[in-house]
């Protein structure tokens, strides 16, 4: 979902790819290691995309999720490469 989303910045605004990628990374992590520690509501921890997979060994595996999550990261890395197309690069 990550790499998607850096992949659509970086076809679309180069410029801010960098920084826009790892803000979400230390997000995902902020969000992942002390959300629950801050007591944050679950709409704020379900921002994350690690809060929809399951905790595994021992966690029930259920193809919705991670079907959504696939789906989201391939149009976010179809539209990063359409962009890059449309860039002149070189």
Do not use: K
């Not at 007591?39 to 995309?49: A, K, T």
Request: aromatic share 8%.
């Amino acid at each position: 979902m990550l790499a998607g989303l850096t992949v659509a910045m970086f076809g679309l605004l180069p410029r801010a790819a960098t920084a826009v990628a790892w803000g979400m990374f230390a997000a995902c992590a902020f969000l992942s290691f002390l959300g629950p520690l801050l007591q944050l509501d679950d709409w704020v921890l379900d921002l994350s995309p690690y809060a929809h997979i399951p905790d595994l060994p021992g966690g029930d595996v259920t193809a919705g999720p991670l079907v959504t999550l696939l789906g989201i990261a391939a149009a976010l890395t179809v539209l990063g490469l359409a962009g890059f197309r449309r860039r002149d690069v070189g």
